[in-house]
Structure formats: C-alpha cells, structure tokens
C-alpha cells in the first residue's frame, strides 16, 4: 500500500488528551473543550496527527467521566456539544482527526436507564438491559457470584429492594447488559450520532469486557479457558456490527481497542479486517527498559498483527500508569502486570528516567505503524508521587481501603508557562463568575516550571524539541510510518533497527558506549553523539 493511500490510521500519530488536565479555557481549574481549541495551534506546531480526547459525555465524575449519564451531552464541565462540533471543525481545519472516548461496558448509575431500572423494580423490563441478580445465601444478603471490582471490593452492590447489580468498576458503574438488543441500538445510535458531527472515530473503553457468560460462573472454578467476562469470542460480533456503521461514512473513520487480552493471538483477533482497526499495544507499554525484552515485544506485535493485515502501535504513557519517565527512571527488576498500580521501591532517578524517556521516543517514532503519545509526555512530565493524601481523587483510593493510591499521579493538569502555579493550565482571567474560580483540580508541583511548553520551547536540548523534531522527521521521512523493519547485527543490550529507505534507528540499553554503524549522517539524537559515540540510554536516528 502506498503512504498516500494508506488510511491515516496505519501510520498516525495520536495525542491523547486527558480532558480534565489538558487546558482551562474558562478558570474553574478544570480542563474543558474551550482548552482544546485554544491549544490547536500548539498541538499542529508539535506535528500530531488526531487526538483521543478521554470520556467528555455528561457525567457524574464517579471515575472522571468513564461514568456516562447521557452519551448525546457533553458535560457542561467541559462545555457543550456545540463546542464540540466548533472543536471538530477547528481541529480538522488544523489537519488534525478527533478520536473521542465511546464507554460501552457500563454506564453511570445516573443514566436514564439505570435510574428507570431502580424505579422499576425485579422482573422488569428496565432491569434487564442492566445485570441484576438476586443475591446468594440466607436472604439473598450476599452477592451472585465472587467476581471483585477492578477497584476493590465485590464487583456487585445490592439495592433497597435486595436485588444486586454487576459492576466491574465502581458501584456508579453498572455494567450494561449486551444481550439485550436495547443496548446494541443505543450504542450503534450514539456511534451515528458522533460521526454525524464529524469525528473520525472512537477509542473503545474495556472493549474486551461486554460480554459475560450468562451463566455468571464463580471465578473460584475458574480453569484457564474462556475467562466469565474478560475477552470471550462473542464481543467480536459487537464489533462487527460497528464496523458496519463506520463503514458508511466516508473519510476512514477508525476505532481502536482498549483491549487487554493474555496473547497478541488474542489481541489481533479483535484487528481482523472486518472487526476493529487498531488496539492498544499494552505489551510495548508494560515492557521493562530492556532491549530483549522491548525487542521480543516489537517482533510478536509485528509478526502477530500482521497475520490479520493489522498495523501495530506503539503506546508508553496513558492515565492510568505511572509515567514512563519516572518508569524508566527505576531499574525494574521485573515487568509492568496490566491493571495492577505497581510502585517500585525507592525514588525515580528521574534524570536517568529522563534520559531514557528521550532515548525511548525515538525507538517508538521509528517503529512501523501508529505511535499514541500521552499528553505531557512530550514535556518529559514525571509521575507526580508525593500528591497529598487529601488531594487524590481517583476512585481507586477509597476503594482499596488507602492502600492503592491510584491514578492521580500521571493526570496532573499540564504546565503551559509561567514560573508559578497553575503555570498557564487556567487563563489569567476567567471566564466564570469570581466565585467559581479555583485551582487546578490536581494540585501542581511547585519545580514545574522548567517543564513548561514556553520554558522548553526554542531550547534545543528539551523533550519538547526532540518530540517536535522527531514528529516532523517521522512525518516527512519516506521510511517512517507504516511497513516492515529489520534488524542489524549490533551487540549485547543495542537494538538497531532498519527501515527502507535509508534510515537505521539505534538504541543503546547497554551500560557501554556503542560505536554507531556507518552512516551519511545522523538525522536526530536522543543527546549528544560524541566521537561517534552513542552513550549508554541514548538513541539515534540515521540516514545510511
Ligand atoms: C479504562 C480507562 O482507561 C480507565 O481510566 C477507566 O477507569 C476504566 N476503563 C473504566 O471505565
């Protein structure tokens, strides 16, 4: 397939933008939609090619917004869906696509349907496009099954009337029933009415978790076959049908999978060409700073993806992890477990981590297929890790008893400018009466200031510019993008890689300096090349 056939999202690069902590458009100290577009000239100069947006949907904010009330309104948080359709229009006038969330698996337990379901009590209709049981035991007083919750505790809460409902996230998270043919009509409806507003596809939230065995099975006898609710075969029909549905606009409108699955068999099963078109490379993102690992990692994606015509993508950072920077910035001695909130002992030696991070994008900017670079990334953001308790606001921290601090590390609001907090995330005079002014919503460290986009930008040793050289290199590069690779010989712990034409990517994860191979001249590096040199934790680009 030739670059300008291809569809975009073969190749693009796609900025993930956490909503809440991207940009304050209007002084509440929360980001909204009016951010965003008040950003689009920075995100076009950064070179990006669309953006996730995270759930923007009405919302009750039990999980930030992966709770949906209403999935036709966008939450007046962050501004209306009038707003969205300007954004739209403004993003694709800068060349840049809008991916927003879709949340299929639950909704909030304010959404209409749940709340007609409450009403209505047991046995009715309302309740069965939701999962209610009657409990287990002497009075039903304990729940169906032993499934927990992805935050703690039981995955099922009883209501007044003694029936329980089933929710693998927080309690206002019921999980939807699909099915029940309601459910399968609302999403296919609310997927038209998106793409009616121009937006070039959706990233699924658990898209591999819709189904469950009707059954609803104990866990406990559990033998390793098909999973009770995670990845079954049957949620591949969901897909199926909404391939259908984005089939019939024009302008490759595009999903991608969050789809956490135990094998990338399983992962490109979800990828064939009548199913989904892109998912998340969760491998890549648990792999540990490693050049066996990290190059297992690449040739399976490649070679198991490519069974099914799929391209691979490439994925470090998101709101749910801890932040490559202060990752790599730890010598794991073993590798990042999906859904676990794992923290190394001892503190990050964040110029190590640093210096890694800047080494690892240009190992993931060369790699073949679509690359999802997480906002802040590119300002080199560490985890935040020593949040006050009394700020943090993910669910995960009530939930687990104080004993997971959750996801608040990573969704600190962005440092724009300024020497001082809130560093350009809200503007300087609000667009909200006095009293609904506040600070950002996640407290903001106070030595933020040499990571703003105005103190990095023009300074050519800073993550900001390597991201921008490196995206407008990518971009313009004939090798880069999507298609094959090959790897040259090179020594223990140095991965280097070849795309045609005329350009080798190395990367040293080795403790020695490596000799860099013959080229005509080094197009872009991760620190400076000395003698020829590649320090240890730096990479480089080639023209050969
Ligand atoms: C995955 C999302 O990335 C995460 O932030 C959210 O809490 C869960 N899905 C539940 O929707």
């Not at 209709?125 to 927990?148: K, M, S, T």
């Not at 019939?248 to 699955?261: C, K, L």
Request: aromatic share 10%.
């Amino acid at each position: 397939m030739s670059p300008t056939t291809a569809p975009w999202w073969r190749s693009a690069v796609i900025y993930q933008v956490y909503i809440r902590s991207f940009a304050d458009g209007n002084g509440d100290g929360v980001g909204d939609i009016a951010g965003i577009r008040s950003r689009l000239p920075y995100l076009k100069s950064l070179g990006v090619d669309a953006l996730w947006i995270n759930p923007w949907y009405k919302s009750p904010m039990a999980d930030h917004g992966y709770d949906v009330a209403d999935y036709r309104e966008i939450d007046p948080l962050f501004g209306t869906v009038a707003e969205a359709e300007q954004l739209i229009e403004e993003a694709h006038a800068h060349g840049i696509r809008i991916v927003p969330d879709i949340v299929p698996n639950h909704s909030s337990d304010q959404h209409a349907w749940f709340r007609a379901a409450l009403a209505a009590g047991p046995g009715s209709p309302e309740r069965e496009r939701f999962i209610f049981r009657p409990g287990r035991g002497p009075d039903g007083a304990l729940p169906p099954n032993d499934w927990d919750s992805r935050f703690g505790g039981p995955a099922w809460t009883r209501v007044a009337d003694g029936e329980w409902y089933l929710h693998l996230f927080t309690p206002q998270q019921p999980d939807l029933d699909w099915q029940h043919p309601d459910v399968h009509a609302e999403f296919e409806s609310v997927l038209r009415f998106w793409f009616e507003r121009g937006v070039d596809g959706f990233r699924i939230d658990v898209a591999h978790g819709l189904v469950k065995d009707p059954e609803l099975p104990d866990l406990a006898g559990h033998d390793g076959g098909t999973h009770p609710f995670w990845d079954r075969d049957e949620v591949h029909d969901i897909y199926r049908a909404w391939r259908k549905v984005a089939d019939e606009y024009p302008g490759d409108r595009a999903f991608v999978a969050e789809a956490w699955t135990d094998t990338p068999e399983r992962l490109a099963a979800y990828l064939r060409p009548d199913v989904l078109h892109t998912a998340f490379n969760f491998d890549y993102l648990m792999a540990s700073w490693d050049a066996k690992d990290l190059r297992a990692v690449i040739d399976d994606t490649i070679a198991t993806l490519g069974t099914v015509g799929a391209p691979a993508t490439w994925v470090m950072s998101n709101h749910d992890v801890m932040r490559h920077a202060s990752r790599y910035g730890r010598n794991a001695a073993r590798k990042w477990v999906a859904n676990e909130s794992y923290v190394p002992a001892g503190p990050a030696d964040l110029e190590l981590g640093t210096r890694r991070a800047r080494a690892a994008a240009l190992l993931t900017l060369a790699l073949p297929g679509g690359v999802y670079v997480y906002q802040g990334e590119e300002l080199g953001l560490p985890e935040v890790e020593d949040l006050p308790e009394a700020a943090l606001q993910d669910p995960v921290w009530e939930r687990s008893g104080h004993t997971d601090r959750g996801r608040d590390g990573c969704r600190v609001p962005i440092p724009w400018s300024g020497r001082t907090k809130p560093y350009g995330f809200s503007p300087e005079t609000p667009d909200v009466p006095e009293g609904a002014t506040a600070a950002p919503w996640l407290p903001q460290p106070a030595d933020w200031s040499p990571y703003t986009v105005e103190a990095q930008t023009g300074d050519a040793t800073s993550m900001l510019e390597l991201y921008r050289a490196a995206l407008l290199l990518r971009r313009e590069h004939p090798a880069l993008g999507d298609g094959g690779l090959t790897w040259l010989d090179a020594p223990t712990g140095v991965l280097a890689l070849r795309r045609e034409p005329g350009f080798v990517c190395v990367v040293n994860l080795s403790t020695e300096p490596y000799e860099l191979p013959d080229h005509t001249s080094v197009l872009l590096a991760s620190g400076p090349v000395e003698n020829n040199r590649l320090a240890p934790d730096q990479a480089a680009w080639l023209a050969v």
